[in-house]
């Protein structure tokens, strides 16, 4: 094998290092990226039934924020933490794809 090839990639697998080729679509992947615990985003593609809250608004953790209908199926979207609601990002009626921004809390 040769190690100066610049094709090479050095891989970490638990503590041990691998010399690689990669393909172009694993270089193009999108590259995984932590969440943003302050933003609230759908999980499922829907339509927002009902908003329950309002921008500068005190909530709890497990307060409803809003409910998703996804397939005659209801959702409500709660609060993951006590804080203040910083903006709302739809309206009610809104059809919003999966990862959608939907609050921020500041």
Known sequence: MEENNPNYQIFVVN???????????????KKWQALDPKEVRSI?????IEIFAAVGQEMKAGQAILTLDAMKMYTKVEMPFDGVIKSIDVAKGDRVPKNTLLVTIE
Request: proline share 5%; net charge positive; charged share 25%.
């Open 15 to 29: 503590s041990a290092r691998y010399l690689t080729l990669t393909t172009t679509k694993y270089d193009r992947r």
């Open 44 to 48: 499922i593609p829907g339509s927002v």
